[in-house]
């Protein structure tokens, strides 16, 4: 629950077969895009992402290389992107020979396999689709670039420690040009309520003081509380919460930092909130603020969450990738092969392959095993206990964690190409709209967030046009039931209501002006990305105790781990990039490549799953 679902997430990395894409409303096939193409071939020319580079890349792709066997695996790969076409990589003598496979490449994955890799790990990542980055992908039509999900990215700062997709892509030798966002996001909220929060955080509370002149001690001690978590946050090197050795050495070194930290862990932002706060309107832009973070109100979003975000978009600030956000993740998976791993695409892991007790393998859907010291899993946690490990028992821990969370809903997403001059000249990039009445805040279909990414890049779409994706939550349970007829009519129904909205309430004309349109619903992201229920993570049942029952990396399972948005720290691109650091150090730790304390490791995993009972 962490770092914007609406303003971080992006859903579809599209199976492509011979070179044709399905759409995203429609699933119809249309043929690559030549940025598209070179992409997913590997090429080194003309990916369309001019934004990045690795210094470490050789300045040609050479892809027909000699297959080179690895223990037990032939693999065919380039220091470069792998070739689609070109990856072979086949089971050979039952061998293993990989330190750790990781299933799936989504930002989490490609953080926990690079960041292995860099420490001199042997890494495999399985992606089903032939493009990385899960859900953090784009794609193109009719000459737009469409980041799939927004265009808000957090970690790309140059200072502190929270700027984790910045040192993602340094540790392998990986670098992308961005532009500074000035408005994180302008609340379009009801009675009235207009409020941008500008980059600059004093000029932040100056607006929001405006409004409530009666609440500005208030104002100053929340959003104070929130800079001293933040402030202490960031002051340490973020490794793994479930490895002592770090934890005990980042204590010495930072004691109240890090008991500030503990003191916060099972508080909530809203009751902090309701500390200094008594405007009911006030605290109710308060649970704005949380909905965007974790798709909940301020009671149940944990202050550390909360806080997390709520100051790192005035420390570090937004900072959109030159290209698009597709670039992340494919400089990720350039990052890792440039390392000597290995990224093979159109592998389907349909099962784990569990041995003794402990996970060693997994098994594809076209009958390939692989093998390995270690398994980390990039799939929700319902996917990987419900799907990846059926027939095995639900350990209990597992089941703990059911009680205590839920799958949060899934999202509508509609993307449009529009004529620029629909958009007043000083449209922020970003907008969260709530008309009329608060209690509609997180109901489906309630609130809107709006997404306008070529206002920072404006290569994304052709001359003269704007790219404008909508968000609204949806339920998976809206979708079901539905002839293919009626499922059409209802996706238009309802992406006809969400933009009669934002013409009333926005863009006068906006209809009027669509050149393309492209509807999703969550079956769309279930299909493409194979999440559950096309959901973006957990969501607590009721008020939680902070972050005390959020699992970590590891599992119950020896040699399983875990890595994404229903681990610890939760959803959005710097949460998950997060949980890949931390995944990756207790990996290292369990292999040999980081210094361990068995004794210590039982007692604080002991420690942590009891602590997690409490939640």
Excluded at 46 to 65: D, E, L, T, V
Excluded at 102 to 107: A, F, K, L, W
Excluded at 347 to 372: C, M, Y
Excluded at 570 to 592: E, K, L, P, W, Y
Aim: aromatic share 10%.
């Amino acid at each position: 629950m962490l770092t914007f679902p609406f303003l971080s997430i992006s859903c579809v990395s599209p199976l492509l077969t011979h070179h044709r894409i399905p759409m995203l409303g429609a699933f119809q096939n249309l043929e690559f895009q030549p940025k598209f193409q070179s992409v997913a071939s590997g090429d080194c020319r003309g990916s369309g992402f001019a934004s990045g580079s690795c210094c470490n890349a050789p300045r040609r792709c050479n892809m027909r290389q000699k297959p080179r066997r690895r223990k037990g695996v032939l693999v065919v790969s380039s220091k470069s992107t792998l070739s689609v076409e070109e990856q072979v990589a086949e089971r050979v003598n039952g061998g293993g020979g990989f330190d750790a496979i990781v299933i799936g490449s989504g930002i989490g994955g490609l953080v926990a396999g690079t960041q292995l890799a860099v420490k001199g790990a042997r890494v495999l990542v399985l992606e089903k689709y032939v493009i990385p980055g899960g859900s953090s992908g784009f794609y193109q039509r009719d000459g737009y670039t469409f980041d799939v999900g927004s265009s808000v990215m957090f970690g790309f700062s140059d200072k502190g420690n929270l700027n984790l997709i910045t040192q993602a892509l340094e540790a392998v030798g990986c670098k992308m040009q961005v532009v500074p966002d000035p408005t994180t996001v302008h609340f379009h909220l009801p009675n009235n309520l207009s409020v941008r929060v500008h980059r600059e955080y004093d000029k932040f509370i100056e607006e929001l003081t405006c409004y409530f002149p009666h609440e500005k001690e208030g104002i100053l001690k929340f959003y104070g509380e929130c800079w001293k978590i933040f402030n202490a946050l960031n002051s340490l090197e973020l490794k793994s919460l479930e490895e002592p050795l770090y934890l005990f050495g980042q204590f010495f070194q930072k004691p109240l930092e890090c008991l500030t930290l503990a003191y916060y862990l099972p508080q909530n932002a809203g009751a902090i909130a309701r500390k200094y706060i008594q405007d009911p309107q006030l605290l109710s832009f308060i649970d704005a603020e949380c909905f965007i973070v974790s798709t909940v109100n301020a009671l149940q979003t944990p202050m550390i969450n909360a806080a997390m975000v709520l100051c790192d978009r005035h420390f570090g600030g937004i900072n959109y990738p030159l290209g698009g956000v597709g670039g992340i993740a494919k400089s990720l998976a350039k990052g890792l092969a440039d390392q000597g791993s290995e990224i093979l695409y159109k592998a389907n892991v349909t099962s784990v392959i569990i041995e003794q007790g402990k996970a060693v393998g997994v098994r594809l859907s076209d009958g390939r095993e692989f093998f390995a010291k270690t398994i980390i899993s990039n799939a929700t946690r319902w996917d990987t206990f419900g799907k990846l490990l059926k027939g095995e028992t639900l350990p209990k821990e597992e089941e703990n964690f059911q009680k205590v969370y839920v799958k949060a809903p899934s999202f509508l997403s509609i993307h449009m190409g529009v004529k620029s001059e629909v958009l007043p000249p000083d449209t922020d990039c970003h907008h969260f709209m709530l008309e009329n009445n608060w209690s509609k805040l997180e109901e489906p279909y309630g609130s809107i967030f709006l997404s306008i990414p070529t206002i920072l890049d404006s290569s994304l779409a052709p001359e003269g046009h704007h790219i404008l994706h909508i968000f609204t939550t949806s339920s998976m349970d809206d979708w079901k039931g539905l002839s293919v007829e009626e499922y059409e009519a209802k996706k238009q129904l309802v992406a006809d209501e969400i933009i009669s909205r934002l013409e009333k309430k926005l863009f006068p004309g906006l209809r009027s002006s669509i050149d393309f349109i492209e509807i999703g619903t969550p079956k769309t992201h279930r299909r493409f990305l194979a999440r559950n229920e096309g959901t973006y993570g957990p969501m607590p049942r009721g008020i939680p105790k902070g972050l005390l029952g959020m699992p970590f990396n590891t599992t119950a399972i020896d040699g399983l781990y875990c890595v994404g948005d229903s681990c610890f720290p939760g959803q959005g691109v710097i949460a998950v990039a997060f949980s890949g650091v931390m995944c990756a150090h207790r990996v290292a730790a369990d292999i040999g490549l980081e210094k361990k304390s068995p004794v210590l490791d039982t007692a604080l995993l002991g420690l942590l799953g009891w602590l997690r009972t409490l939640a």
